[in-house]
T-cell receptor, first 116, second 116 residues
């Protein structure tokens, strides 16, 4: 069974609009971390934001925020006021913490395209 | 610039060649990782090194041979590869692979490998 699910293979959004990228996860470990990465066409995987399973508040980093709904096992990324430079692949990832294997599992990604 | 560099950025090799990919991190991290990213497939973890010791080999064929001489450098030695090994190979580093779930991985720009 997939542990990280990103149901939107591609999205088109008008510049300056907000966009939500969906991510659901599956784990029985009470301790885990959730990550979002951005991958432009250059290939580099850029870390955006992190949410811990015990964090009480949703993580925010500049224009990025993570809508963490623990009961629903969702960790959607919200980008406010989108810019042309936001066009990229976005990957949601999960690490099941406190284990000896530091495996981060990545979703299949969402390709975001920002229209001018 | 994330502090993780990879060379070469592009590599074309024949199936009988031997080549090496190099990764260097300038972040003072103790863990380093190799990932493979093929077209239309999620990112796949290949190897994990923590404090220079290999802690994970994700069932990778022996034609891929990692080497970690110190916490700052990681190599991936390639020999007798197959065309299906063509992919983007990403290196990452983190503070401590056996830490808690907050451990964030930072990626290099990747080496785009083509096997003819």
């Amino acid at each position: 069974a997939q542990k990280i699910t990103q149901t939107q293979p591609g999205m088109f959004v008008q510049e300056k609009e907000a966009v939500t990228l969906d991510c659901t996860y599956d784990t029985s470990d009470p301790s885990y971390g959730l990550f979002w990465y951005k991958q432009p066409s250059s290939g580099e995987m850029i870390f955006l934001i992190y949410q811990g399973s015990y964090d009480q508040q949703n993580a925010t980093e500049g224009r990025y925020s993570l809508n963490f709904q623990k009961a629903r096992k969702s960790a959607n990324l919200v980008i406010s006021a989108s810019q042309l430079g936001d066009s990229a692949m976005y990957f949601c990832a999960m690490r099941e913490g406190y284990s000896s294997a530091s495996k981060i599992i990545f979703g299949s990604g969402t390709r975001l395209s920002i229209r001018p | 610039e994330t502090g993780v560099t990879q060379t070469p950025r592009h590599l074309v090799m024949g199936m009988t060649n031997k080549k090496s990919l190099k990764c260097e991190q300038h972040l003072g991290h103790n863990a380093m990782y190799w990932y493979k990213q093929s077209a239309k497939k999620p990112l796949e973890l290949m190897f994990v090194y923590n404090f220079k010791e290999q802690t994970e080999n994700n069932s990778v064929p022996s034609r891929f041979s990692p080497e970690c001489p110190n916490s700052s450098h990681l190599f991936l030695h390639l020999h007798t590869l197959q065309p299906e090994d063509s992919a983007l190979y990403l290196c990452a580093s983190s503070q401590d692979a056996q830490g808690d779930g907050t451990d964030t991985q930072y990626f290099g720009p990747g080496t785009r490998l083509t096997v003819l």
